[in-house]
């Protein structure tokens, strides 16, 4: 259908003035991500809790060595989050595609209004034509036209179900983008445990240290006054501390590579040095494991921010497969208005300029390859639903899979903590009782023991190390179950309990006493 008419350009001003009036109800939903802040803890400071003091090294050991172009900059677990949320560029990246998702949204929504088009138009002929009643003749003729409107085009189906997909599709990023920010803070934590495993085994490394040196001092001087029972006893003693202090500068270095790692999570300047504010080193509970598994796994399947993303994306791919069953049975319109002033004339003669007006309005059912490319088209879209259904269920199994084992294996790590203090209250009484042996020269021999010190020393430092571990895998296995369960390490910060450990992870320096007074026995009576 076509319709000619006069009209000025008060019509159009109006109907532009009219469209852009409706783009104007239209607006961008925003997405800002607000974190409430814990407040601090007045509690006793512990490991990984907000408002501890600012300690780059254990109280009273030796820091590592710092390079001039380093930046020491000490760090907590609380502020280590905070900064990934607020800095993190791949949160950041998850947060742009909800505003791109959004975006998508809006343009959805606004498929139905027209484009306006202004602008010049000129036409020139010159020779044959033929006219509408088939005769052909020479001519020469010219026209102009300026002017502007109105005009759309689009699918019906589009337009009722875009907006409905492109709604879909914005929380399954949402649901993303909270996924990448718990992932995000998940493997924060993770670096800064690691950070604090590094800084606890520096201690440990420190505290043998010290006892070897006392250890070779006593060797030395009880070889001196010919009270070895070898001599290659000193020499023993030396050569382990030498393999200490090896061992000190490979922690060191994996201090090096924990602090890098833990920057580039926080983008901060690769050349600053973090060190644990806090190095004492305790485990700590965010989820108590003495209930039914059963409730955690119902937990973790109501909160999992993937599930949630699933969710939406089998909802989009519904709200598609209802699109191409429905497609073919609405119409495609075509509306336009253009107005404008419009002249021309034979040759180069202007014969006459005025206004011209022009609309057309047109509906259009179309069968895609003879209806058969619309079936397939539909085949396509049930494919893609039962796709995202099956898709949810693996989420949901691999969901319940994570809950239980991290639930399991926090409890492991809860009975392996008791043995771990156990083992090394056993290794400082063994320490304790053959340092008075030893050094006392009260062996059958009467002569100094090296060897029986020497182990003790070492079996100490096995056990202090195996503590550690366990004390860090612990507190790792609980924000392991804590984001397992949907939940985002930062809003962990007040919830944090400490367990109750009566041996300390991060022993400080190993204070000798005095040397003892070697004096040469009598010899024995006849």
């Not at 519904?318 to 509306?335: C, I, N, T, Y």
Request: net charge neutral; aromatic share 6%.
């Amino acid at each position: 259908m076509a319709v000619t008419s006069q009209v000025g350009w008060r019509l159009l001003l109006m109907v532009g003035g009219g469209c852009v009036v409706l783009g104007l109800l239209f607006g961008t939903k925003g997405f800002a991500q607000t974190e409430t802040l814990p407040a601090p803890n007045k509690a006793s400071p512990q490991a990984g809790q907000p408002g501890t003091e600012s300690r780059p090294t254990p109280p009273g050991s030796r820091p590592p060595p710092v390079d001039k172009d380093v930046q020491v900059m000490p760090i907590d677990l609380a502020t280590a989050l905070r900064l990934a949320n607020a800095g993190n560029p791949t949160i950041n990246l998850a947060r742009e595609r909800v505003r791109e998702a959004y975006a998508n949204l809006l343009q959805a929504q606004v498929l139905w209004l027209p484009n306006l088009q202004t602008g010049p138009a000129c036409v020139r002929h010159d020779g044959m034509l033929q006219n509408a009643a088939g005769l052909v003749f020479p001519t020469d003729k010219w026209n102009f036209f300026i002017g502007g409107g109105a005009a759309m085009t689009f699918e019906t189906s589009d337009a009722l179900f875009a907006p409905l997909i492109a709604q879909r599709l914005v929380q399954a990023q949402e649901a993303a983008a909270l996924a990448t920010r718990d992932n995000v803070q998940f493997d924060v934590a993770l670096g800064y445990l690691e950070l604090l495993r590094v800084y606890g085994a520096l201690a440990i490394n420190e505290d043998t240290l010290g006892r070897l040196l006392y250890l070779s001092k006593n060797a030395d001087a009880a070889d001196k006054q010919g009270l070895t029972r070898s001599k290659a006893d000193p020499i023993r003693a030396q050569a382990q501390v030498s393999l200490t202090r090896e061992e000190r500068f490979n922690i060191e270095g994996q201090a090096a590579l924990a602090a890098a790692r833990l920057a580039q999570l926080l983008l901060l300047q690769p050349t600053v040095d973090l060190r644990p504010a806090d190095p004492a080193i305790v485990p700590i509970t965010l989820v108590p494991v003495d209930g039914p598994l059963d409730e955690l796994v119902a937990t973790g399947l109501m909160n999992r921010p993937e599930l949630a993303e699933s969710r939406a994306l089998v909802a989009a791919a519904l709200a598609r497969w209802r699109q191409a069953r429905v497609g073919p049975l609405l119409p495609r319109l075509e509306v336009s208005y253009f107005a404008g002033d419009f002249g021309g004339g034979i040759n180069d003669n202007t014969q006459r300029f005025g206004g011209r007006g022009d609309g057309t309005a047109q509906a259009v059912w179309e069968l895609r390859n003879l209806g058969f490319g619309d079936l397939a088209q539909a085949r396509v879209g049930r494919s893609q639903y039962e796709q995202a259904n099956l898709h949810v269920l693996e989420i949901q199994a691999q969901v319940a899979a994570e809950v239980t084992a991290a639930a399991k294996l926090v409890r492991s790590r809860d009975r392996a903590l008791a043995t771990a203090q156990e083992a090394v209250r056993h290794a400082q009484e063994t320490w304790r009782r053959l340092r008075i042996a030893a050094f006392g020269i009260t062996t059958r021999e009467q002569t100094f023991n090296t060897l029986e010190p020497l182990i003790a020393v070492q079996t100490l430092d096995q056990a202090r190390k195996e503590y550690l571990t366990q004390v860090i895998e612990y507190t790792r296995s609980q924000f392991r179950l804590y984001t397992a369960m949907g939940q985002p390490p930062l809003e962990a910060l007040p919830k944090i309990t400490t367990l109750p450990v009566a041996v300390e992870t991060a022993p400080p320096p190993y204070v000798a006493p005095p040397l003892p007074r070697f004096q040469v026995p009598p010899p024995p009576k006849p």
